[in-house]
């Protein structure tokens, strides 16, 4: 039906400007409580490109390409940095272990991801790794 790509520099600033593109895209489609699981998924997973692909660095880019089909939105986060093991992705658990003392540093936001989407998929190809979201329209 339509495809939209953003690219953003890989600023920590920037992903607001990104929520917002896709919370607005989504709006038509979707409820408020899953425009917010959409856009927070978008969230984690250009911060983890921030964070682990590129190690923080800001002199990258980030892309991000919203498709919506007629029954699904396809959400592309892609970057050219450290490829992700996709053995992360096999960890069906979704259970939180909130420990106040010692709390939990990472794999969270991996959890919050299949938690509010439908599929996740990731793939390295041309150099570039690919994280995608699917999530259906009811």
Excluded at 61 to 86: F, H, W
């Amino acid at each position: 039906m339509g495809k939209i790509d953003l690219v953003i520099e890989s600023h920590y600033h920037n992903i607001d400007l990104i929520g917002a593109c896709v919370e607005s895209l989504s709006s038509e489609y979707f409820s408020d409580q899953q425009c917010f699981q959409i856009k927070l998924s978008v969230y984690e997973a250009v911060t983890n490109c921030i964070k682990h692909s590129y190690k923080g660095s800001s002199e990258h880019k980030v892309y991000v390409s919203y498709q919506i089909e007629t029954d699904r939105i396809i959400l592309d986060i892609a970057d050219c940095g450290i490829a992700m093991n996709p053995q992360l992705l096999q960890d069906t658990s979704t259970h939180f272990n909130i420990d106040q003392v010692n709390p939990q540093e990472g794999g969270m936001g991996l959890k919050i991801i299949k938690l509010s989407m439908d599929e996740i998929s990731y793939h390295t190809k041309n150099d570039m790794n690919h994280f995608t979201l699917v999530k259906y329209i009811k």
